[in-house]
């Protein structure tokens, strides 16, 4: 009995002196990967919980008036992000590498899920190194074959395939592959709103993040993944479109003009030819270090100024940098000459007023933009497919629309 009473003192003292290491090594801002996961691994469980109920009491108060048409699961689900959000977003700001950390734990948390469910609808995945850019590839189960005989260069059937080239969000400083094939799945499962002798194939981009990798390389690999899709693989510029959300729109819309200008950086002289369309949900337009965001629209949407003002400075050190157009699509001073560019955004996030902005610019420069602002909806609405989202389904439909009409 009493060395069952030692033993439970002994567990308890090593508990916590382990505690005490890893907050003394947080404090001194020594930790490991995994350390670095862990305490934000407990920010996000304290803002879920923080979110769950502060939400939940807001809706007993006061009904489904303050968010007409979201139902309860939608609101609570949003609340929990918004919260864990606002928790996270000083970690973030304290030490940067945490956005590595963030990363790593949602393509543990995604990756199972997205096997299972590309398993479920039939989709096919390939990997391919572009040039040291990872990339993966999906399509359905019976396209395979065409896909991978273009992909490893023995033929290139081009009846009827269409290529998207997608640039995953995260603030350019966080996302992955795992996370990123669940917009390819998502296109995928909603082919059926395609000509029946079209077939869709997503190549995602595991391009360049901060705070590793600085700006402009995250542009310099998504020309790069272009130039190899249609120089080496021989796909038809009229066949390839862009997609991205968040920072993987604001990613599209700079490569764009990269492709346009050719600067500097890319470091070569060839001209390159513009994609079929761009399609951008939801797009960081802006990473000047001192952005000022709505405060109305920041008290109903997920996303916060300060954790964006957080992820533009690691992405883009040099303040003057910032506003270059090639970081800073938003600042370009001409915007002609693009491609067709469909922008969706939801009414209350806090980059809606941008993007307005933006699209407006484009179409008095003459280039094709077309702008849709989604009533009652927060920053990429679009993840909400399959919870019954009437918005995310008129979305989804409209950017097929958007294929069809301009391959």
Known sequence: MGGSILLGKKRRLAMVIS??????????????LFERMYWLLVHIIRGAIVGFVKTTYCRMRRGARYHPGWSLPRELTLGIIRQVVLTTQDVFSEDPTSYVAWTKLVELATKIPTCLRARAQGTRSYHVQ?????CVVLCKQEDYADVVNALEGASYNES??????????????????????????????????????????????DYALGPHQ??????VDGVTVYDWLTTKLGVPTSKVFFMGESAGGGLVCAVLLALRDNPPFLRN????????GAIVLS????VTHNTDYDSHLESHDIIQGKLARGCARTYVENPQDAHSPYAS????????DLPPVLIQTGKVEIFDPVCRSFAEKGRSHGSMIQYESYEGMTHCFHMFLHSGC?????????IFSFLKVNS
Do not use: E
């Not at 009437?390 to 409209?398: G, H, L, P, V, Y």
């Open 19 to 32: 505690v005490g290491l890893l907050c003394a090594r947080r404090l001194m801002k020594r930790q490991t």
């Open 130 to 134: 572009v040039q040291g850019i990872p």
């Open 160 to 205: 009827g395939l269409l290529w998207v080239v997608h640039f995953h969000g995260g603030g350019y400083v966080s996302g992955g592959l795992n996370s990123a094939m669940q917009v390819g799945l998502d296109l995928i499962s909603q082919t059926h709103h395609l000509d029946v002798d079209k077939r869709l194939v997503v190549i995602h981009v």
């Open 214 to 219: 600085k700006y402009p390389q995250a542009v």
């Open 269 to 276: 002289d060839k001209s390159y030819a513009p994609p079929a």
């Open 283 to 286: 797009p960081m337009l802006d």
């Open 329 to 336: 699509p938003y600042h370009a001073v001409a915007l002609h």
């Open 390 to 398: 009437i918005q995310s389904k008129q979305a989804f439909a409209s």
